[in-house]
């Protein structure tokens, strides 16, 4: 339940961005969360056969999260047409790191990784802040479009860049 928890509530932060903020359509933000809530389900039944690997060498949660980041690509080039063919301007790095952080961050907690987990809810806070500040203060709707979607893009990036940044210095040998 709690990855299922968390995953959620990471995707929830970029599905409001995009389904109200941007598209103010609510009902897009119910139905991206009940197919992520299926998708995510499927995905920890699957993460339940690798815990245990994960655990012993956590380096490769990084393939971990390359490989859920690309299936969310698939996700979106196929059956949501966000494709670099079918929409140019999709920002297939933002989507990627989304998709990798919606399964990676439950995972984090699910793994008890401390100095990670400290991280990410601080990120949490700083991100979330900005995004409302942004959403409050900045009354130019062309200003406010282009903020809401690079807060996206590069909070999931800074965010997936920044989990495995502090992994990598959590399990770096002393110097």
């Excluded at 949501?80 to 990627?96: K, L, V, Y």
């Excluded at 990798?100 to 984090?108: F, G, N, Q, S, T």
């Excluded at 979607?149 to 997936?160: E, N, R, S």
Aim: proline letters at 5%; aromatic letters at 16%.
């Amino acid at each position: 339940m709690q990855f299922l928890s968390i995953g959620l509530l990471t995707a929830a932060v970029g599905e409001w961005q995009f389904s109200v903020f941007l598209r103010n359509d609510p009902g897009n933000f119910i139905g991206s969360l009940a197919f992520n809530a299926l998708y995510l389900t499927l995905v920890y039944l699957f993460t339940r056969l690798l815990l245990n690997i994960l655990r012993k060498h956590p380096t490769l949660i990084m393939i971990y999260s390359a490989v859920f980041g690309l299936i969310g690509l698939r996700v979106k080039w196929f059956h949501i047409s966000n494709s670099p063919w079918g929409n140019p301007q999709a920002n297939q790095a933002g989507m990627f790191a989304y998709w990798a952080c919606m399964v990676v961050i439950p995972l984090i907690f699910l793994l008890e990784m401390r100095l990670v987990k400290s991280f990410i809810t601080r990120y949490a806070l700083v991100y979330l802040s900005l995004v409302w500040l942004g959403q409050l203060l900045i009354v130019s709707p062309s200003l406010r479009f282009v903020f809401r979607i690079y807060t996206f893009i590069l909070g999931f990036l800074g965010l997936i860049v920044g989990v495995f940044w502090v992994g990598a210095k959590r399990s770096a040998p002393p110097s």
